[in-house]
């Protein structure tokens, strides 16, 4: 990190560490050190002692920021100023349903801002009961479904105040059909925001049948882009940021865009499509690429099976908009299975449509385009984002041959050749931890970084191996553990983690890499080894674990045994 970089950090450290919080630097609540004299002789008084300030803070002038759109007001917690569910877009149901995002009705007055706003509809796909093993690991933040969810959070160390920070804005996972922006305790932005004294914001979009149902061709030039609207959102919330964020303390001229699994791809999606550039700026896809759209033949395909699922003709799409969401999913769900079914090899999913639009129809990055960002990317999976032993201690007394047969379904007579690649790649590596590590495979982002560097910007790319000791050491380095390392949240998400020291230590470092990356493009400058630029040839890659160190293509052997597709 450089050294205005650990100036801040180390300030901010200081402070802490004598009860201040951030407000205390901006409110003037606080009174400053002093020892005062009295009239007799001199003889000194002790100070009075100094009193923290609450750790939650609101009230009708705390925490009031504008908008284009109204006045928001939300509250500050642990001196950070934090906002929940700001709209940056209108309700998505009835006339606006599958058409392109509505900037928000302007408002009187002072809008709250202060609890989780609205997922987007979907099907609840978590488990919820108190003897699952999932709940208590990742105890998901659900409440509301609507439509009327085109609502942002923001975390910022201050308001209007002429600061130009770093704008970090986070992306959900759940493919492209579940998720919110909060759905972990390890998405929470508080801690970043903090320590790195950037803005960071999540957002919400529209999902699945809402966000990417394809009705161009059974419904015409009115719905040329209902096969993209949820990206569209995405736009719009970038849009919203680049108007208003400086009245949040960011510079929306330094935009990073970040997310996970489905969200790595959403980043990889932005990063491709021409309404993007210019607000955004770099881009972390955490394991989730993608590197080219839905064929926009299936994706029609898919739509006009969704009409006859209606019982509706041609002409009569608008009758859509009319149903409840509720029915409406559950009409086009079964219109995907029923295509999936009479098409077996159409690979259509409810996803981003390379329709020449919004996103190019071929390969993503494939060259400069000048209409396109092209802006650095830094890629990261993790080891292990299966690991099929966490809830099955058995699977830990598998053989190698019954390593083999475990993969054979998926991959038939190769499974062997496989499995004796992995196992001469990683020697150390248990035969389940060489199933966790076939299935959890980085051909994906090896081809995505490989896709990026016909562009011009720099691709670094990680590898994060660290393993909690929870579930007796099974759960190794699982998918979406890495998040919270990221966003410095080891502490909050202690059931990913464990926490304590160990994994606070690799957060710092990883935390550096991200906050030095969002202000420069170059993760550079902090507390781990030189990274190094990813190249074709030699496959440059950075492993995150109680150790960190550079490697050069680490799983080269073992990847190139896997089939190419």
């Known amino acids: 990190m450089n050294d205005s970089s650990n100036s801040m950090l180390g300030r901010r450290s200081f402070i802490k560490s004598l009860g201040l919080g951030t407000a205390a630097l901006t409110t003037g609540t606080l009174a400053p050190f002093a020892t005062s004299c009295s009239g007799d002789g001199g003889k000194e008084k002790e100070a009075a002692p100094v009193e923290e300030p609450p750790v939650l803070q609101i009230g009708d002038d705390i925490a009031v920021a504008s908008t284009a759109y109204g006045r928001v ?37 002072i809008l709250p801002t202060v609890f989780l706003p609205n ?11 108190p003897n699952s093993y999932a709940a208590f690991v990742d105890h998901w933040n659900y409440d509301l479904f609507s439509e009327d969810c085109l609502r942002l959070n923001v975390w910022t160390n201050g308001l209007a105040d002429g600061k130009k920070r770093p704008v970090i804005v986070w992306f959900h996972g759940g493919g492209y059909s579940n998720g919110n922006l909060m759905e972990q305790d390890g998405y929470h932005g508080e801690n970043l925001a903090k320590q790195g004294d950037i803005v960071f914001c999540s957002v919400n979009h529209r999902l699945n049948a809402f966000g990417f149902s394809d009705l161009s061709v059974v419904g015409g ?26 009245n949040f303390g960011g510079d929306p001229g330094n935009v990073t865009i970040i997310g996970q699994s489905g969200g790595g791809a959403k980043v990889c999606v932005l990063a491709s499509m021409p309404q993007a550039k210019g607000l955004v700026h770099k881009a972390v896809a955490l394991s989730g690429t993608a590197i080219n759209g839905t064929n926009k033949k299936l994706s029609g395909m898919l739509g006009e099976y969704i009409l006859k699922e209606a019982g509706l003709k041609k002409g009569e799409v608008d009758k859509l908009q009319e149903l409840p969401w509720k029915d ?23 996803s981003p449509v390379g329709d020449g639009i919004c996103l190019p129809e071929g390969t993503f990055f494939s060259e400069p385009l000048p209409d396109a ?27 190698k041959d019954e390593a083999v047969g475990f993969l054979q379904k998926r991959y038939g007579d190769q499974a062997k050749n496989i499995v004796d690649s992995y196992a001469m790649n990683f020697p150390d590596a248990k035969p389940v931890e060489l199933v966790d590590l076939i299935l959890s495979n980085r051909s994906r982002v090896v081809a995505a970084a490989e896709a990026k560097k016909h562009q011009t910007s720099p691709v670094y790319v990680a590898w994060f191996g660290w393993c909690p000791p929870l579930f007796d050491g099974r759960m ?18 202690v059931t990913h983690t464990g926490g304590g020291e160990r994994p606070r230590k690799l957060s710092k470092m990883m935390a550096e890499a991200l906050l030095q990356f969002a202000r420069t493009g170059d993760p550079n400058g902090g507390s781990l080894p030189k990274w190094d630029e990813f190249s074709v040839e030699k496959g440059e890659t ?5 150790t960190c160190e550079m490697v050069l293509d680490p799983d080269r052997q073992a990847r190139h045994a896997l089939p190419q597709s």
């Not at 509250?75 to 349903?97: E, L, Q």
């Not at 960002?373 to 053989?399: G, K, N, V, Y």
Request: with cysteine; glycine share 6%.
């Open 73 to 109: 007001k939300g509250y500050i917690m642990n001196g950070v100023y934090t906002f929940m569910g700001i709209p940056y877009g209108a309700d998505t149901s009835g006339k606006n349903r599958f058409m392109p995002p509505v900037k928000p009705q302007p408002w009187d007055g």
């Open 119 to 129: 997922s987007a509809p979907q099907n609840m796909p978590y488990p919820r009961e």
């Open 221 to 246: 030039e009115k719905y040329k882009l209902s096969g993209n609207v949820g990206a569209l959102d995405m736009v719009a919330a970038l849009e919203w940021i680049h108007e208003n964020i400086a």
């Open 328 to 350: 409406y999913l559950d009409i086009a769900n079964r219109a995907l299975s029923k295509m999936r079914q009479e098409n077996a090899d159409a690979a259509v999913g409810f």
């Open 373 to 399: 960002p092209d802006i650095p990317i830094l890629f990261c999976t993790t080891f292990h984002e299966q690991s099929i032993s966490r809830t099955d201690a058995a699977l830990e007394r598998m053989t």
């Open 476 to 493: 190794r380095a699982f998918h979406c553990l890495d998040i919270c390392f990221w966003f410095l949240n080891t502490d909050r998400m």
């Open 542 to 546: 950075m492993i995150l674990n109680d």
